[in-house]
């Protein structure tokens, strides 16, 4: 997800000519699958997500990320190694790839080379995000329009909606109570954006996440009150995915949110989809992001949710996994941005790199046992130091790259209890 990235701009040929250094990677035990994607390859690709330092493999300022060039070469070849799909952190995001108005506006240098990258490595590529109310320009919901902007907080009905944000009538420091975009305004800066952006990469991009986190948290309220649900209304949802079918025919498009886990907000993603499904939308898959603490969810609770998530017929894909083992982040399955630094306080639990391993292994246990339908899972980091929840300790890897207990748990969780070998070589 999750953090902006401080510095955007036009990118020079200095970052995309970052020289390549090279790993490679042993396998000692040959009775065991050494890699993630071996262990899973007739089950459902694993994927990592990844920033532009791996992209570019050079050592430059991204996410939350402070890496130095030998530090980028191990991780680059820890992906490589471990991982047969990608995901972007951040710059496919509105605000990175299209932070100013209008054709000149867009920044497409690094979504450019994170795409090269998974081109390169035969990856299989999947695009985050194209319509979200984070990491959104103030410019895209700006206007003239100063008459109410009247909305609803639910997918069949209309009714008032209530203020939003931090502040009263804000949103993200974006003030609908002023002069905004009217809805022709926004659905066409929102199709000329999808259209450009998804056509660049046809045929690259394989998975699009078209809507991201459009379900409300709490309450009675199946949408969460944004600018785009404020000024468009609820069927700015079907509208992004039509523009994004139009633009890729070929791509797989998928809505994706967090706390599936949750009964409630479950009960809102199947009525969303349902509701989309019978006015013929093409949503394609149900991207559960999985944010997760070492308490919950256990093997069962895995197990009824991706089970209620199947009756919907579509692939189940596992977006952005983490587990995060700091003691203020357990019982809770959130990946609200504004909550993260509340939920790794605290420092770790006790035992914590046994708990996580647990944890793993039954996660991936019950991702197995669905396999029917879960087609991909997506680690969201490829190690602790490039974590946005870095001080939950919440991935497989170390800061330092070396496979932690869960790893050989989840190599376990895929071949019957046998034992999972994986070291880098020297160099």
């Given at each position: 997800?999750?953090?902006?990235?401080?510095?955007?701009?036009?990118?020079?040929?200095?970052?995309?000519?970052?020289?390549?250094?090279?790993?490679?990677?042993?396998?000692?035990?040959?009775?065991?699958?050494?890699?993630?994607?071996?262990?899973?390859?007739?089950?459902?690709?694993?994927?990592?997500?990844?920033?532009?330092?791996?992209?570019?493999?050079?050592?430059?300022?991204?996410?939350?990320?402070?890496?130095?060039?030998?530090?980028?070469?191990?991780?680059?070849?820890?992906?490589?190694?471990?991982?047969?799909?990608?995901?972007?952190?951040?710059?496919?995001?509105?605000?990175?790839?299209?932070?100013?108005?209008?054709?000149?506006?867009?920044?497409?240098?690094?979504?450019?080379?994170?795409?090269?990258?998974?081109?390169?490595?035969?990856?299989?590529?999947?695009?985050?995000?194209?319509?979200?109310?984070?990491?959104?320009?103030?410019?895209?919901?700006?206007?003239?329009?100063?008459?109410?902007?009247?909305?609803?907080?639910?997918?069949?009905?209309?009714?008032?909606?209530?203020?939003?944000?931090?502040?009263?009538?804000?949103?993200?420091?974006?003030?609908?109570?002023?002069?905004?975009?009217?809805?022709?305004?926004?659905?066409?800066?929102?199709?000329?954006?999808?259209?450009?952006?998804?056509?660049?990469?046809?045929?690259?991009?394989?998975?699009?996440?078209?809507?991201?986190?459009?379900?409300?948290?709490?309450g009675t309220n199946l949408l969460r009150v944004s600018p785009w649900e404020r000024i468009i209304g609820p069927d700015f949802i079907a509208k992004a995915f039509e523009y994004a079918h139009e633009a890729d025919p070929d791509a797989i498009l998928r809505y994706n949110d967090y706390s599936l886990e949750n009964s409630a907000k479950r009960r809102k993603l199947i009525a969303l989809i349902k509701s989309l499904q019978a006015q013929h939308v093409p949503v394609m898959a149900i991207g559960s992001q999985t944010h997760v603490?070492?308490?919950?969810?256990?093997?069962?609770?895995?197990?009824?949710?991706?089970?209620?998530?199947?009756?919907?017929?579509?692939?189940?894909?596992?977006?952005?996994?983490?587990?995060?083992?700091?003691?203020?982040?357990?019982?809770?399955?959130?990946?609200?941005?504004?909550?993260?630094?509340?939920?790794?306080?605290?420092?770790?639990?006790?035992?914590?790199?046994?708990?996580?391993?647990?944890?793993?292994?039954?996660?991936?246990?019950?991702?197995?046992?669905?396999?029917?339908?879960?087609?991909?899972?997506?680690?969201?980091?490829?190690?602790?130091?490039?974590?946005?929840?870095?001080?939950?300790?919440?991935?497989?890897?170390?800061?330092?790259?070396?496979?932690?207990?869960?790893?050989?748990?989840?190599?376990?969780?895929?071949?019957?209890?046998?034992?999972?070998?994986?070291?880098?070589?020297?160099?």
């Amino acid at each position: 997800m999750k953090y902006p990235i401080a510095i955007t701009g036009s990118w020079g040929m200095t970052c995309l000519l970052a020289a390549m250094l090279s790993s490679s990677v042993a396998a000692p035990n040959p009775s065991a699958p050494a890699t993630l994607k071996d262990a899973y390859q007739n089950s459902f690709r694993v994927g990592v997500a990844i920033n532009r330092t791996i992209a570019l493999n050079a050592a430059v300022p991204a996410d939350n990320v402070n890496r130095t060039a030998e530090q980028v070469d191990k991780d680059v070849a820890l992906v490589k190694a471990q991982f047969n799909q990608i995901s972007p952190e951040n710059d496919l995001k509105w605000a990175l790839i299209h932070p100013q108005a209008g054709t000149e506006g867009y920044d497409f240098g690094p979504a450019d080379a994170y795409v090269d990258f998974g081109v390169r490595n035969h990856m299989f590529i999947v695009g985050h995000t194209l319509v979200w109310h984070g990491q959104t320009p103030r410019w895209v919901f700006q206007g003239t329009n100063v008459s109410s902007a009247a909305g609803t907080n639910e997918f069949a009905g209309r009714r008032p909606g209530r203020g939003f944000g931090r502040a009263p009538g804000g949103f993200g420091g974006f003030n609908l109570n002023g002069p905004h975009a009217s809805r022709d305004e926004l659905l066409q800066r929102m199709h000329d954006h999808i259209s450009t952006v998804v056509g660049r990469y046809k045929g690259k991009i394989k998975v699009w996440d078209v809507v991201n986190e459009a379900l409300a948290d709490g309450g009675t309220n199946l949408l969460r009150v944004s600018p785009w649900e404020r000024i468009i209304g609820p069927d700015f949802i079907a509208k992004a995915f039509e523009y994004a079918h139009e633009a890729d025919p070929d791509a797989i498009l998928r809505y994706n949110d967090y706390s599936l886990e949750n009964s409630a907000k479950r009960r809102k993603l199947i009525a969303l989809i349902k509701s989309l499904q019978a006015q013929h939308v093409p949503v394609m898959a149900i991207g559960s992001q999985t944010h997760v603490s070492v308490s919950s969810p256990s093997f069962a609770e895995e197990d009824k949710t991706l089970t209620e998530l199947e009756t919907l017929g579509l692939p189940i894909h596992i977006t952005e996994l983490d587990v995060n083992s700091a003691q203020a982040g357990q019982h809770t399955s959130s990946g609200d941005t504004a909550a993260n630094a509340a939920t790794t306080q605290g420092g770790l639990v006790s035992d914590a790199d046994q708990k996580l391993a647990t944890a793993y292994a039954g996660l991936f246990r019950a991702f197995k046992k669905h396999d029917k339908y879960v087609k991909v899972v997506t680690l969201w980091g490829v190690n602790d130091g490039v974590s946005w929840r870095a001080d939950g300790r919440p991935l497989l890897f170390d800061t330092d790259d070396q496979p932690k207990p869960a790893f050989d748990a989840v190599i376990r969780a895929a071949t019957d209890g046998r034992p999972g070998k994986f070291k880098l070589a020297a160099k």
